[in-house]
């Protein structure tokens, strides 16, 4: 009997990575030419998809040089310096920064305008080291915030002096809470930790259903590009649970081996993942079982 093949229908593209390539795609329309801040979303076959429609990736040395031009800021946001430029050199902004990440940039700047240096307290943000999302925080703190990945990076802090902790929009709960625990237990007798839950809940909503997706079937094929760092922490949860789970960025990537002997297959991604590459892959591996039987 041939395998079951299902795709998860919580997988694929957030609500920011959504309204980011559609306003891309709207003005590819119009004029069919536009640059963008870095990648659009941390998924290859998407870039070079909207590539083909005129849209050019840029980095912040090509900005300095463009004037005049449109330029599409990605869901992940932008330090105030990308937006002074964009002013100094007469480029119309696309802002396409998303909503949640837009309401912690202003909640660190105010915890940053709040006193003066060396009364306001630490801000430390638990994410990735040069992460876009991240490297637009830091901005917002005129480059002063600690960014902490695990807490093997704790020893940064100052923890005689208050300190106000962020995470990363897509960082883990459970992460979090382990590295609040972590420097409230070694705070100096008076200081403060303030915590600020700044996850964003329509993807850490995502852990718990993708556990019990891939616990439900015997294989998982887990979709993402080899930037994505949500995919990478979506992926780990996958595998913890299902240790035939591999991660791929396309279908090109499938071997026949890998469903030997499986009763079904699920196939899911992170939320920069098209829907399009995960029915690709559906139909890829629809295609490796029908040869199988075939045989």
């Not at 809940?201 to 887990?222: D, E, N, P, Q, Y």
Request: with cysteine.
């Amino acid at each position: 009997m041939m395998p079951t093949v299902e795709i998860d229908e919580k997988s694929g593209f957030c609500f920011g990575v959504v309204t980011a390539i559609r306003k891309a795609e709207d003005e590819l329309a119009l004029s069919g030419k536009l640059y963008c801040l870095g990648d659009i979303v941390h998924n290859n076959n998407e870039v070079e998809r909207l590539q083909a429609c005129g849209l050019q990736t840029i980095t912040h040395s090509d900005l300095e040089r463009l004037h005049g031009v449109k330029v599409l800021l990605r869901a992940h946001g932008e330090p105030p310096s990308t937006y002074l430029t964009a002013q100094r050199n007469n480029i119309e902004i696309i802002d396409a920064t998303c909503p949640v990440v837009l309401r912690l940039q202003q909640r660190i700047k105010a915890t940053y305008d709040s006193a003066p240096d060396g009364q306001r307290p630490q801000i430390v943000i638990y994410g990735q080291n040069g992460h876009a999302e991240v490297n637009g925080l830091v901005g917002q703190t005129d480059g002063t915030a600690i960014v902490v990945e695990d807490v093997d990076g704790l020893d940064a802090i100052d923890f005689n002096r208050d300190v106000a902790l962020y995470s990363q929009t897509t960082k883990s709960v459970e992460g979090f809470t382990q590295i609040s625990e972590e420097i409230r237990r070694r705070l100096a007798s008076g200081a403060r930790l303030m915590t600020y839950d700044t996850i964003c809940r329509s993807v850490a909503g995502r852990v718990g259903h993708l556990r019990s997706f891939a616990a439900s079937h015997t294989a998982i094929i887990f979709v993402a590009g080899a930037k994505s760092s949500n995919g990478k922490i979506l992926f780990g949860h996958c595998k913890d649970v299902n240790p035939r789970s591999r991660l791929i960025a396309d279908a090109s990537q499938l071997q026949p081996e890998w469903f030997d002997g499986v009763e079904s297959i699920g196939i899911c991604g992170a939320t920069s993942t098209p829907r399009r590459l995960m029915e690709e892959v559906r139909t890829r591996i629809m295609d490796m079982l029908k040869a199988d039987d075939d045989e």
